[in-house]
């Protein structure tokens, strides 16, 4: 069934689509919870949340692209999830993924010199189009699905060391990157 036809169903409060959407896109957003909460039973709570939040957004929104609406959901869901796990504890992949990251990104105390969200995943997404495709997939497995390095490594042919260099370039350039845009502001 075509995306904009799933839409619709929701729109007309057709409680059978979320079996519809389950089955088209239920492994893609399990993949999605999995990587982050790091836990089969969890992610089949989130996946089950992200359908219920589905619908439940769906009469306000109208999403032009059905998988990234519901990936988007599954990872805040997850992500959210995460967090009230391990608020007193750390570990675990995403705890990496988001240690990598933080070298990348400054985290400013005051308002006046927090960098606006919306400016903030422009440039991100400018950077991630001006790489080539391989190494966007590897930057977008990793922060994004927040796949393990040896997943990603597996996925592309290459050792687990090489692809740990890439993401490692990947974050210096993407801060050098941040840094130069915000000097020229």
């Not at 990234?68 to 997850?78: D, E, Q, V």
């Not at 969200?117 to 497995?141: C, H, S």
């Amino acid at each position: 069934m075509e995306d904009r036809e799933i839409v619709n169903r929701y729109w007309e409060r057709d409680s059978g689509i979320i079996a519809v959407t389950a089955e088209k896109y239920g492994r893609y957003c399990m993949a999605i919870a999995e990587n982050i909460v790091g836990s089969k039973e969890t992610a089949e709570e989130c996946v089950n949340d992200t359908w219920f939040a589905a619908w439940n957004a769906m009469p306000e929104n109208r999403p032009d692209n059905l998988k990234a609406f519901l990936g988007k959901m599954t990872r805040n869901i997850s992500f959210n999830r995460y967090k009230r796990k391990y608020t007193q504890k750390r570990g675990g992949e995403m705890s990496l993924v988001l240690d990598e990251l933080t070298e990348c990104i400054p985290d400013n105390e005051t308002v006046e010199q927090r960098v606006d969200r919306n400016i903030l995943i422009g440039e991100i997404n400018a950077f991630l189009t001006g790489l080539p495709e391989m190494k966007r997939g590897i930057f977008v497995r990793r922060y994004w699905y927040a796949e393990s390095v040896k997943k990603i490594a597996e996925r592309y042919g290459m050792s687990e060391n090489h692809v740990s260099v890439i993401l490692n370039r990947l974050r210096k350039k993407l801060a050098e990157t941040l840094r130069d845009r915000e000097m020229k502001r």
